[in-house]
């Protein structure tokens, strides 16, 4: 299971990893362990189609890995998408780590299994970003359907507490 969650501020994640209020969220959909958690900072993101086909809300890729040069990567995204429209990624979401600024976590929506499975076997993008996802510290590649999209109108604090 992958969760996203997206938050404005640097601060209110701090306190969130720092509280009670996150394991009891885990405890609440019924996890036993804590997963990785990735904190990070939103850089990028390219939607490469108006939308998906209703009934299809596509197939999730998602990866944690190291990049020497985040305006680098930056760069190698950006030449790639008429590649990634064609192996049918449909959006493109970049996150750069709080504590280390050379761990991205690269979000990718698209098509479906089969087109997300080859693009994961036969591209060179793939080939070289995902060498390290996986390894070491890093989750391996996640792929999965999006189960659930919700959307939380902003929450503003009130008085001293």
């Known amino acids: 299971?992958?969760?996203?969650?997206?938050?404005?501020?640097?601060?209110?994640?701090?306190?969130?990893?720092?509280?009670?209020?996150?394991?009891?969220?885990?405890?609440?959909?019924?996890?036993?362990?804590?997963?990785?958690?990735?904190?990070?900072?939103?850089?990028?993101?390219?939607?490469?189609?108006?939308?998906?086909?209703?009934?299809?809300?596509?197939?999730?890729?998602?990866?944690?890995?190291?990049?020497?040069?985040?305006?680098?990567?930056?760069?190698?995204?950006?030449?790639?998408?008429?590649?990634?429209?064609?192996?049918?990624?449909r959006k493109v979401w970049v996150y750069q780590a709080f504590d280390d600024r050379h761990e991205v976590m690269l979000l990718l929506e698209m098509d479906d299994d089969r087109s997300a499975r080859r693009w994961l076997s036969k591209s060179d993008a793939a080939a070289s970003w995902l060498a390290e996802a996986g390894v070491g510290i890093y989750p391996p590649v996640f792929l999965g359907t999006t189960y659930h999209a919700m959307h939380l109108a902003e929450m503003h604090r009130t008085g001293d507490s």
């Open 1 to 89: 299971m992958l969760t996203t969650i997206g938050i404005r501020s640097r601060q209110p994640i701090r306190e969130l990893l720092g509280s009670s209020q996150l394991f009891e969220w885990f405890d609440a959909v019924g996890l036993d362990e804590v997963p990785a958690v990735f904190a990070g900072d939103f850089v990028a993101r390219e939607d490469l189609v108006a939308g998906p086909a209703p009934g299809n809300p596509g197939i999730v890729v998602a990866a944690i890995f190291p990049v020497p040069e985040l305006a680098t990567f930056l760069a190698q995204i950006e030449a790639s998408l008429t590649r990634f429209r064609r192996a049918g990624i």
